[in-house]
Each structure stands twice: as structure tokens, then as C-alpha cells.
């Protein structure tokens, strides 16, 4: 049984208003205990107790603006959700597409509100990551020095668009902005697995996350994934997993070193978040 540090870096919040019925009733059916206490779970008590009990140290808290799918989880919200709480790290969501000056945004966000990091959604949000015009919000996020997780592969959320998922988008982000710290959440889930792992081994300011696999099936998706064991972030997707330990324990049942377990569970993401555990 591992009892070491754990660091989740991909967990949803939200109120019932702020996301589409269906995504409650599809959320509640892989994980029933949130059904029985949806209020509970999704008030900072109640989440910090929840992640205590599961063997979570720190946790990324994310923002979601992506009105099509999921509706909006407000960076205001998550600030407030977050706020006095050291086990919650918040990052911020921003659509490029709906505001005028996004890195504006960003900057606010990181400097009045102390978010430390965004989350983009392409798939969600319709955008290609190496579209020119989004360039200023990648400048800004090295000006800041905060990392930018991109949702990458497939996604089961109505009006997403795989085409904008792809990670190779990621290669040309990536060769402009060597500086900026970018993570492929999902790790380009479905059938861009392969190239995820290529990017992420191609750059060195390129990471994979790997919420929403299956843990035991990781190194059926990436057989070599020790020679990248650097590069791999664990994530949860909190609340669409029925047991976040759960997760946690497959993983550490896979035939891969202590060392690779204790890279993927907190000491990648400790050197992405620039934090001291």
C-alpha cells in the first residue's frame, strides 16, 4: 500500500447550477457516493476532508469555462472555493475565443486572485492551440510563470471537437515558448496516445497528465513509459472517478519502480507548480 505523497493535479468543483443536468446524472453514475452527497463533496470542507481521506496532499482545483459542454464553473467561484486552503491549488479558465484580451485576464487572475496555473479547452471551446491570434496568453503565462494545462484527446461532454485535440498542436507551442510549462491532460486519450508520449519525450517544457485512464491499463497504452518517467503527471478527474485511492493503488500495482510511482504520483507536478512539499 503506498502511503507516500500525492499530488492530484485534475480536480472539478462546482455548484448544481453551474454545470448541465446530464453531466450530474453521467458524473453520478461512475461515482454514486456523489449522488448521495453532491453538497457535501462540493463545499471546501467537505472536499478537503474527502482528499484527506483519499491520500491526496495537494490538489489542483480547476475553473471551467466551456459553456457548450459543461457549462461555467467561474474563476471567482474557484477563488473563493480555494481561498485559506493550502491543499488547493486553483487555476483559472479562459476562453479565448469570447475575451477581447485573454492575457489581461491572466494576469489579473494570477496577480489580484493568485490563481497558479490555467486550464484550456479547445476540444470544448473550438480553437486550435497554435492559432497566432492566442499567442499574447502564451507570452503572458511566461511573463507569470505559471503553467498552462491543455485538454488533449477525446472527451464524451456534447459539442466537443476532437480535431482541436490533438497534441501535435502542442509541438509548435511548445518550439515557441520553450520557457512556458505545458501539460496534456488526458494524455492525448483515445488514439493520440502515441504522440503524446513522443511530444512530451521531444520537449522538455512538455508534460503528460494522465486523468481519465484507466491506471491499469497505462502501460498497455504506453509500454515504455519508465524511459518518460519524468514527463507523467497523475491527475484524477475528480468527481468522474468512483475512488480517487482506488486510482492511486492500481497504479502503484503496475510493474514500474518506486522511483517512477513517486514521479508520477507528486515530484513531476512539484516541479510544475513550484512547490515545496
Known amino acids: 500500500m503506498y502511503a507516500g505523497m500525492v499530488i492530484d493535479f485534475h480536480v472539478h468543483i462546482g455548484r448544481k447550477e453551474d454545470w448541465h443536468p446530464w453531466v450530474i446524472e453521467y458524473l453520478s453514475e461512475i461515482n454514486p457516493y456523489l449522488s448521495k452527497a453532491f453538497d457535501k463533496l462540493m ?4 472536499l478537503e476532508e474527502y482528499l484527506v481521506k483519499e491520500g491526496i496532499d495537494y490538489a489542483v482545483i480547476l475553473a471551467e469555462d466551456s459553456p457548450l459542454t459543461t457549462g461555467v464553473v467561474a474563476n471567482s467561484y474557484v477563488h473563493s472555493f480555494c481561498k485559506g486552503r493550502k491543499r488547493f491549488i486553483p487555476f483559472a479558465s479562459i476562453n479565448p475565443g469570447t475575451i477581447p ?12 486572485m493568485g490563481f497558479r496555473g490555467l486550464k484550456l479547452y479547445p476540444t470544448y471551446q473550438h480553437f486550435f492551440p497554435n492559432q497566432r491570434e492566442i499567442y499574447p496568453l502564451y507570452e503572458k503565462a511566461v511573463e507569470l510563470d505559471v503553467p498552462i494545462m491543455f485538454h488533449t484527446g477525446s472527451s464524451i461532454y ?4 476532437l480535431k482541436y485535440g490533438d497534441p501535435l ?20 486519450r483515445g488514439f493520440w496516445y502515441d504522440r503524446a508520449f513522443f511530444l512530451s519525450r521531444l520537449h522538455k517544457n512538455l508534460y503528460m497528465e494522465i486523468s481519465g485512464l484507466p491506471p491499469q491499463k497505462l502501460l498497455q497504452y504506453f509500454p515504455e513509459l519508465e524511459k518518460n518517467a519524468d514527463k507523467i503527471i497523475f491527475g484524477s478527474d475528480w468527481p468522474g472517478v468512483k475512488s480517487i485511492k482506488e486510482n492511486i493503488d492500481a497504479l502503484c500495482s503496475l510493474t514500474i519502480t518506486k522511483t517512477t510511482i513517486e514521479k508520477i504520483l507528486y515530484r ?9 512539499t
Open 268 to 276: 513531476n507536478a512539484e516541479k510544475v507548480l513550484r512547490i515545496q
Open 43 to 46: 463545499s471546501p470542507d467537505g
Open 158 to 161: 456534447r459539442n466537443s471537437k
Open 101 to 112: 484580451n485573454p492575457e489581461e485576464s491572466l494576469e489579473k487572475c494570477v496577480r489580484k
Open 169 to 188: 498542436h502542442l509541438d509548435e507551442v511548445s518550439t515557441d515558448f520553450p520557457e512556458l510549462k505545458i501539460v496534456m491532460a488526458h494524455s492525448g
